[in-house]
C-alpha cells in the first residue's frame, strides 16, 4: 500500500548554502532522478525509494561547484539539500605563453583561450572568463591535464604561489601571473607587470625572502620599469636582466 502512494511523494526541496550554483537547475537535477523507477514500476519519487546517497552523487557530478553537501529526508514529503560550494582561489587557462596586457593579443584570440575557476585545491570547477589587469591569480600553463571538474594543478604549487604572492606584496608588487610551461617543469615564472621572476618550483620561501630583501630594497630599486626578469634559481647567485 506505501509504493506510488502520493501521500508520501516527495514534492518539496528545501536547498540551502548556494551562492554561486542555480537552485533552480539543482532542482532540475533531482526531478531528472525522480523520473526514474524501481524495477520498472516504483517512482523515486516515493519517499521510502528516494536514494539519497545517489542524488548526493548525480549533484557532485553534475555541479562541479559543489565542496562539499548533505542530502537528508524529512517524513514524509521534504528533501532537505544543504551545500557548500568552492570558493575562487583563481583561473588557471591552457596557453603555451602567458596574456600580460589587452594588447598581447587580439580579442577574438584571447575569447579562444580555454580558462577556469580552480578552488585553493587546484581543482576546476567552473568556466571562466580571462580578463587582463584584475588582481585576481591566473596561472597560465600548456599541460593537457587540465579541464572543468578535474584536479588541474598541483596543491604544492598553489601554496607556493600563496607564499610568494604574500612575499612580493611586502615590497608593493602583485604577481598576479604564474607561468608554467613544459619546456622549463621545474620552474615558476611570476609575473608582476611586465617583468617576471624565475623560481625554482621547490625553492624554500624562506630562503627566498633573505634573497629578495636587498634586491627590492636597495639593487633594484627605481629600475624596475627597466627590467625584464630576475632569475632566482642559484640561491645567492642571483643573475637579472634589463630590457
Known amino acids: 500500500w506505501l509504493i506510488n502512494d502520493q501521500k508520501f511523494f516527495i514534492d518539496t526541496i528545501l536547498i540551502s548554502g548556494t551562492e554561486r550554483l542555480s537552485e533552480d537547475a539543482i532542482r532540475t537535477n533531482i526531478y531528472g532522478y525522480f523520473k526514474e523507477e524501481l524495477f520498472g514500476f516504483i517512482s523515486r519519487q516515493e519517499y521510502f525509494f528516494t536514494d539519497t546517497s545517489v542524488i548526493s552523487q548525480k549533484l557532485i557530478s553534475a555541479f562541479p561547484g559543489i565542496y562539499h553537501l548533505s542530502v537528508t529526508k524529512q517524513f514524509p ?19 603555451k605563453t602567458p596574456i600580460l596586457s589587452e594588447e598581447a593579443a587580439a580579442p577574438e584570440d584571447i575569447k579562444k583561450i580555454p580558462c577556469w575557476y580552480i ?17 585576481t591569480k591566473k596561472i597560465f600553463t600548456d599541460s593537457n591535464d587540465v579541464g572543468l571538474g578535474r584536479n588541474s594543478i598541483a596543491l604544492a604549487t598553489i601554496q607556493s604561489y600563496d607564499a610568494l604572492f604574500a612575499l612580493y606584496q ?17 620552474d615558476i615564472h611570476l609575473y608582476v607587470n611586465k617583468w617576471y621572476s624565475i623560481i625554482d ?43
Do not use: M
Open 201 to 243: 618550483q621547490n625553492a624554500d620561501s624562506a630562503k627566498l625572502a633573505n634573497i629578495i630583501k636587498p634586491l627590492f630594497e636597495r639593487e633594484l630599486t627605481g629600475i624596475f620599469d627597466t627590467l625584464q626578469y630576475i632569475d632566482l634559481r642559484f640561491g645567492n647567485k642571483v643573475f637579472y636582466k634589463f630590457k
Open 77 to 95: 514529503k521534504k528533501l532537505s539539500i544543504r551545500i557548500e560550494e568552492r570558493k575562487i582561489w583563481g583561473i588557471i587557462c591552457i596557453s
Open 170 to 186: 611586502q615590497y608593493g608588487f602583485l604577481p598576479s601571473i604564474l607561468h608554467l610551461s613544459s619546456e622549463f617543469p621545474r
Open 119 to 135: 578552488d585553493n585545491q587546484g581543482f576546476a570547477f567552473e568556466d571562466a572568463p580571462l580578463f587582463v589587469g584584475s588582481l
